[in-house]
């Protein structure tokens, strides 16, 4: 057992308030696996003249963009997490200003009263769940980030948001692919079931490439399963030349104060 | 449109119980997506002596043996399907006795008041729900009979059974293959959801190599998907050296009366 993962042990079992409060004071981290029982959560920020049609593209594309709230302009604290900022309580964002991207720790710096933040599910949501029904994810055993790629498949455009479907990977023995599917079909606030199984190529995808994230390692016997990611409308927002997109950065996510299971059951 | 494919359509049309006295009147023909809402079952008669240690192995081997129902020693008429004769209603049948195998087209000559049967539910019965789903089913359209190999999964001996578990398999592209497993999962007593999703050699399969059925063609971007098998019973009577088993023929199946959506809901 190495530091870092016992450092990311410890680091599991924090509530999801202990989690954001450490993430605001600068520690920047994969989510992956952290307050395993709580939706997470990407934030996507427009301008509110664009904000109309980025709802639009969400609703069109509800795989990709499972949309869970819309924020005034200008507001910051989501219902899914009381009490919460996020303009700071994500580990790390990526914001593209006239064509520059940057990485940085929070947004505050570039905070407007006209910015719409819309919180959409994450894929990590599904991560307690496969754990607890048996998936092996090696991905997260062996503390790499989950391998984001760009599909050949197009979203449903809403102008001038458009582009192909970003989809996360896991690679799974045979066995546990249909487990997999049940598992994580509960959760469509969370991108919901697989989009693609089986042959990257088909979709326009190089495991060994990957966008963002680390390159797979795959064992024998292992099928590629493949889901809609919410880096989607980051690249709609990149080719539709918003002259201001700001988002999470690959893999920081929000960790709200839902349960998966109560959402599940309509509950929240 | 073929003739046969007419043929086929007519045949699709036709209620459980016509189906069945054609059968018994001498029609022999794969029993794929025929009467496509009522759950279709496998029949596997053993002698009275075996019945007990036949009856453990299908609870231990749930998803190869889904038990609808065992008749008395000597009786024909399934609860399934009220009126039916399980020795003469099948388009098929194979019978091993002392080593040799041969397929007759009913049971009527080597029936006995000792014999029991097992009625086992049928892959068959997800045709007609996958193809309301709107999963590509090419075997069927091309009227080719769907492959069953031998895997290298073991099922879970109960003395003298054991053996290879076999498996049915449907080629699926990529996008559809989540679909089938939410489809499938649905119909525990027809096998459930597959139990492997992707490289076939991993499970000891050549799909160029089937043991009943047609070689399947494959289209790029087409996922293997495998589902447990009632041929599983065959292969473990065989290894006990049963002096007499008997079976439905390969894709030779019971039609019964039960209709699937209503066995989903526990109503039946």
Redesign the interface.
């Known amino acids: 057992v190495t530091l870092a993962r016992l450092e990311h042990r410890k680091l599991t079992a924090l509530p999801p308030a202990e989690l954001r409060r450490r993430f605001r004071a600068g520690l920047d981290v994969d989510t992956a696996g952290l307050a395993p029982e709580f939706v997470q959560a990407s934030v996507s920020i427009v301008p509110e003249e664009n904000a109309a049609d980025f709802l639009a593209f969400c609703t069109r594309n509800p795989s990709s963009c499972p949309l869970l709230e819309v924020l005034e302009p200008g507001q910051w604290e989501p219902r899914a997490a009381p009490g919460a900022d996020v303009r700071t309580d994500l580990p790390a964002y990526r914001v593209a200003r006239d064509g520059d991207v940057v990485t940085v720790p929070d947004l505050l710096g570039v905070w407007r009263d006209d910015l719409v933040a819309f919180i959409l599910g994450c894929g990590y949501t599904h991560i307690g769940p496969l754990i607890e029904a048996g998936v092996s994810l090696h991905h997260l055993d062996r503390l790499t980030q989950q391998p984001v790629y760009v599909s050949n498949i197009e979203t449903r455009p809403a102008d001038p948001f458009r582009g192909p479907v970003a989809v996360s990977m896991m690679a799974l023995p045979?066995?546990q692919?249909?487990?997999a599917?049940?598992v994580t079909?509960r959760y469509p606030f969370a991108h919901g079931?697989?989009?693609?199984?089986?042959?990257p190529a088909?979709?326009g995808i190089d495991l060994s490439a990957p966008a963002t994230g680390d390159p797979p390692e795959l064992a024998?016997?292992?099928?590629p399963v493949f889901w809609a990611c919410s880096q989607t409308p980051w690249l709609a927002a990149a080719q539709a030349g918003l002259p201001f997109f700001a988002q999470h950065a690959p893999a920081r996510m929000l960790i709200t104060e839902l349960k998966a299971s109560v959402l599940v059951d309509g509950l929240a």
């Open positions: 045979g066995d692919v249909a487990t599917v049940r079909a079931a697989p989009i693609w199984i089986g042959d088909r979709i024998p016997g292992d099928t």
